[in-house]
């Protein structure tokens, strides 16, 4: 059964060598990524990939974001930098990835429009990655809704990363985070976040068919349900400063119905429990095969073992199976025929 691996991570060489240039002592999850080698070795991320029968990967820029590394400016050269790489190499490996997800110079509002037609009008980008905070601001600012106004004309998903740094510390008695437990524990929460305040914002009204992945199955999404469902239905009944029930007012559905409408990826770093309830959460349809390779203690190989040993394992019939591996990839991706 064809595999296509939605969420995995390469640098391209002239991405990597600008990032170098411009931020060589990124610190904490750039430590992680100069570890490892099957970001810029394309020898071994093929040696990686051809332990795995009929398996491709769909390429995205891996940590740390764009906006991260420099002024608009830079940012700007360096998405540019990323995207002409991400194209390249799926024009020179079309058997090996059938397409990219666009990086964007989130610090830059106008130059991430820019970027975001570019890369996909004259690139053939599939969609567009973004991460869970743009330098510490939500993805629901004003200045960040045209690009939602534009993925939805595109009819094109958005990819959304998780990121935090241990500059955000895990109690208000600390300077800093411990432990990497901005790492464990931020990421999901960041990811769960930002699909809150999409949410809550109202986005899914305005953009009914929006769509979004949501890396790592949701974050904690699934295995809060209750908290998300008849938790939320209570809103405002925990504040006390502002009037939030004219939320649920203004809200077409209720919270946990636009929670569901969110997709998800099987990156669960090889957790079988994890991956069950957040399938049983999203539904078959909702669910993408993706192993956030090469971040594995493997570097490399790991995940995607350990995911596709999940995915079969699972008590789906073959039609099923499919739609997470390959149809549902397909259709939200548009991928061209010869993958259908």
């Not at 799926?90 to 509002?109: E, W």
Request: hydrophobic share 40%; net charge negative.
């Amino acid at each position: 059964m064809r595999k296509i691996d939605i969420f995995t991570h390469v640098f391209p060489e002239s991405f990597d060598r600008l990032m170098q240039r411009v931020a060589p002592d990124y610190k904490d999850i750039g430590k992680r990524v100069r570890g490892i080698p099957m970001l810029t070795d394309l020898d071994e991320r093929f040696r990686v990939m051809d332990q795995f029968e009929d398996y491709v990967q769909v390429l995205t820029l891996a940590s740390p974001a764009i906006e991260a590394l420099g002024e608009p400016a830079v940012a700007v050269d360096l998405a540019q930098a990323a995207n002409d790489g991400l194209a390249d190499l799926v024009t020179r490996y079309p058997d090996r990835f059938p397409g990219f997800v666009a990086s964007l110079p989130m610090n830059h509002p106008d130059g991430l429009l820019a970027e975001a037609e570019r890369a996909i009008a004259s690139l053939g980008a599939c969609g567009v990655q973004v991460f869970s905070n743009v330098c510490g601001r939500p993805l629901t600012e004003p200045e960040f809704s045209p690009l939602f106004d534009l993925m939805a004309r595109h009819d094109l998903p958005i990819w959304i990363h998780p990121t935090r740094g241990a500059e955000m510390p895990d109690y208000r008695s600390d300077t800093s985070s411990k432990f990497e437990i901005w790492w464990t524990f931020g990421w999901p929460y960041e990811t769960s976040a930002a699909m809150a305040r999409i949410v809550f914002a109202g986005l899914f009204d305005t953009h009914p068919n929006l769509k979004i992945i949501t890396h790592h199955m949701g974050g904690i999404v699934p295995y809060v349900e209750g908290r998300v469902g008849p938790g939320w239905d209570q809103l405002g009944s925990r504040t006390s400063d502002e009037d939030l029930t004219v939320v649920l007012t203004r809200l077409r559905k209720r919270p946990a119905d636009y929670f569901h409408m969110f997709y998800a990826d099987t990156a669960t770093f090889g957790a079988a429990a994890a991956t069950e309830c957040g399938l049983s959460y999203f539904g078959v349809d909702h669910v993408l095969f993706a192993s956030d390779a090469p971040f594995d203690p493997e570097k490399g190989s790991m995940y995607i073992r350990e995911t596709i040993e999940i995915i079969d394992r699972l008590d789906l019939d073959e039609v099923a199976r499919d739609r997470i591996y390959r149809a549902n990839a397909v259709a939200l991706l548009k991928l061209p025929e010869r993958w259908h």
